[in-house]
T-cell receptor, first 113, second 114 residues
Framework: GNSVTQMEGPVTLSEEAFLTINCTYT??????LFWYVQYPGEGLQLLLK?????DKGSNKGFEATYRKETTSFHLEKGSVQVSDSAVYFC????????????FGSGTRLQVQP | GAGVSQSPSNKVTEKGKDVELRCDPI?????LYWYRQSLGQGLEFLIY????????KSGLPSDRFSAERTGGSVSTLTIQRTQQEDSAVYLC????????????FGSGTRLTVV
């Protein structure tokens, strides 16, 4: 079956540090890949997505590149802010059937001033 | 509405009681999903509704769980004879069609079974 593996958190960084959150996936076929973010007390929000190999998704200074050869979709940001503190979920969806998302377990990011 | 609305936001119930969780999707969204988020774990797919088609119930963990969607809009997730392992945040999401591009999630219902 399909699965997503994320690095365990929490990840604690100082403001303006470089962020990488690793995500790898296993899927039969070619999924679309997503990063969702959950701020404290809020619902999940789509952060960025990529629908085919070598696509780069970007939003709010975050980027992730769909790497088919390494089955990865690592999230990066060059300079984090305190307001980026949240839980980040990597997810995939196949373009068939119900298209439900398969999520990773989430990575909590804590950014200190 | 402007977003996906879920109620209640918090629910504490005694083991063995039944609970109903409600999801009011964005108007016009034909696809609706329920997920469960357990402490320290990722989100687990439960059930999917698309228009008037029969729901995909393949993610429901046991026959104590059921869901319905009336008139293609509001959905209710029912858990019968609740157990402590049912404690989790239950999230609802909707989209214009069965498209992964446009999910909008609600804020969830935190269920605690004591």
């Amino acid at each position: 079956g399909n699965s997503v593996t994320q690095m365990e958190g929490p990840v604690t960084l100082s403001e303006e540090a470089f962020l990488t959150i690793n995500c790898t996936y296993t899927a039969t076929g070619y999924p679309s890949l997503f990063w969702y973010v959950q701020y404290p007390g809020e619902g999940l929000q789509l952060l960025l997505k990529a629908t085919k190999a070598d696509d780069k998704g970007s939003n709010k200074g975050f980027e992730a590149t769909y790497r088919k050869e390494t089955t990865s979709f690592h999230l990066e940001k060059g300079s984090v802010q305190v307001s980026d503190s949240a839980v980040y979920f990597c997810a995939l969806s196949m373009d068939t059937g119900r298209r439900a998302l398969t999520f990773g377990s989430g990575t909590r990011l804590q950014v200190q001033p | 509405g402007a977003g996906v609305s879920q109620s209640p936001s918090n629910k504490v119930t005694e083991k063995g009681k039944d609970v109903e969780l409600r999801c009011d999707p964005i108007s016009g969204h034909t696809a609706l999903y329920w997920y469960r988020q357990s402490l320290g774990q990722g989100l687990e797919f439960l059930i999917y509704f698309q228009g008037n088609s029969a729901p995909d119930k393949s993610g429901l963990p046991s026959d104590r769980f059921s869901a319905e969607r009336t008139g293609g809009s509001v959905s209710t997730l029912t858990i019968q004879r609740t157990q402590q392992e049912d404690s989790a945040v239950y999230l609802c999401a909707s989209s214009l069609e069965s498209s992964f591009y446009g999910y909008t999630f609600g804020s969830g219902t935190r269920l605690t079974v004591v």
